[in-house]
């Protein structure tokens, strides 16, 4: 049995003794299973340019760029703004992240001169990653097809998406030994 299935089975009966059958004292001592933590698995950092290699359009090299480089969620990097990208000060504002709260990160030089050549070909106007009905931004499902067409064509590991290029990006920030305060 599974953790998620135990611990929806144990709240079940624990809504209905309390609530229906109104015997709470009943559930007190039935404990919740423990979580299984588990390391999340990051590709190399040698599997990481074959990926961004194996990506020939600029919209969608950008894209995995700015994940990669940045440490930004797939649904925080299809909804960036073309006026939140602060090339001279190396910063990339992120509007309404985890949380509802705004917050900064890094834009590197790669990532900026990747950038910079999709916008000189693209245009965006409002949205950086425009998707293709007019006004809306990019679908986070449109951006994880991205990433699952690079990796079959550079033939990488499957659980290589998205979320991994995150977890790669703070992980090649603390083999570099940058401060973990930083980081967070």
């Known amino acids: 049995m599974s953790y998620s299935y135990h611990n929806q089975a ?11 059958v109104e015997t709470p004292h009943l559930m007190t ?6 979580t299984v933590k588990k390391l999340p698995l990051v590709i190399s ?5 074959p990926l961004l290699n194996s990506v020939s359009n600029l919209k969608h090299l950008a894209l995995l760029l700015l994940v990669y480089s940045a440490g930004l969620r ?3 990097v299809v909804k960036l703004l073309v006026e ?25 030089r790669i990532a900026l001169h990747g950038v910079k050549n999709y916008v ?5 106007q409002k949205w950086l990653f425009p998707g293709r009905r007019p006004g809306r931004h990019l679908t986070t499902r449109s951006a994880q097809k991205v990433i699952t067409h690079a990796r079959e064509k550079a033939e990488i590991p499957p ?6 290029l995150r977890h790669r ?4 920030l603390l083999e570099a030994e940058t401060d973990l305060r930083y980081i967070q």
């Open 120 to 124: 000189g070909a693209y245009n965006p």
């Open 10 to 20: 144990i709240s079940g009966i624990r809504f209905l003794y309390t609530h229906i």
């Open 74 to 76: 797939v649904s925080e």
């Open 169 to 172: 990006f703070a992980t090649h």
């Open 159 to 164: 659980y290589a998406t998205m979320h991994t």
């Open 29 to 34: 001592k039935v404990p919740h299973p423990r």
């Open 84 to 108: 939140d990208l602060d090339g001279e000060r190396g910063l990339i504002r992120v509007r309404n992240a985890k949380g509802g709260k705004t917050r900064y990160t890094l834009f590197s």
């Open 45 to 49: 950092r040698e599997a990481v340019l």
